[in-house]
């Protein structure tokens, strides 16, 4: 079976392979189509795309975006984005920044508590996220571990808690429309209880990522049944954050080609 995966991130966000290495490991599994998709940026997939061209891989432009709504948060995948779009650069550039700062603020609150820290090399400046001050926490022995580290310093109302900048989810789709792209509402198997889907589903959403590693096959069936009724396309991918650390999951989720031929049909009228 042709299959796709349209859900993969690279070293530009949380993984651990480089744009090039993912496109080599999706070409070796005899994958047809991919798309990456990091969490709020667009740095890797130019270099993506020339892999997969030169790879013979079919190659949509993606990314993911980290949205709130309702107090709780979202996912959206942007598929066949225009990466060059002004409002959404200008968007991610300011998530950016806003990152930057908040990780400082992290590291300031906790060092004036008397837990000065040192980051692990390779975390990037604006990249630096709860997860690579945890680590440091844990390093620096203030932690047993990761999880430990958030319940004690990271989690609201502890001392080193700084909030987080983030977009609505209805901007957040907005955005990816206004780069000509198609919104899709991101593994609704983790954590959306049906009734907040529901709500969630009256976004103008173009589609639901029903194929996902962390789904069930009953899950996968819900989301398909759900997109058919409502006249949704379909998505799914493996989230694959790389081969370090047991993450490898690409090649686990096979997104039939037929749902990637509806997607293409989709963005026709844009282009
Ligand atoms: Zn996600
Ligand atoms: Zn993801």
């Given amino acids: 079976m042709r299959y796709a995966d349209l859900h993969l991130h690279t070293t530009f966000s949380d993984g651990t392979d480089t744009p090039e290495r993912v496109v080599d490991r999706a070409a070796a599994l005899g994958i047809a189509a991919i798309a990456i998709t990091d969490h709020d940026t667009v740095g890797g997939v130019a270099l993506a795309q020339a892999a997969a061209q030169r790879a013979g891989i079919a190659f949509l432009t993606g990314v993911e975006l980290s949205a709130k709504f309702d107090n709780g948060d979202v996912h959206v995948i942007g598929l066949g984005i225009d990466i060059a779009s002004p409002p959404l650069g200008g968007a991610l550039a300011h998530l950016h920044d806003a990152r930057a700062k908040r990780s400082a603020r992290m590291l300031e609150r906790l060092a004036a508590r008397g837990m000065p820290l040192e980051l692990e090399a390779g975390a990037r400046e604006g990249v630096v996220g709860r997860m ?28 080193g808690y700084v909030g987080q900048t983030k977009l609505d989810c209805n901007e957040a789709i907005e955005l990816i429309h206004a780069a000509r792209g198609l919104a899709f509402l991101a593994h609704p198997g983790l954590g959306a209880p049906r009734r907040k889907l529901l709500t969630l589903l009256g976004l103008p959403f173009d589609g639901i990522e029903c194929y996902h ?24 991918g493996s989230d694959c954050h790389g081969e370090a650390k047991g993450r490898a999951e690409m090649g686990r989720v096979r997104l039939p080609i037929e749902h990637v031929e509806r997607l293409l049909e989709g963005m026709t009228p844009h282009r």
């Fill in 132 to 159: 690579h001050v945890a680590r440091a926490l844990v390093t620096a022995g203030h932690a047993k571990t990761v999880q430990q580290a958030f319940d004690k310093f990271l989690k609201p109302g502890k001392p």
């Fill in 213 to 236: 590693s962390k789904h069930s096959p009953g899950q996968t069936d819900q989301f398909l049944q759900l997109a058919r009724d409502r006249g949704l396309l379909v998505t799914g």
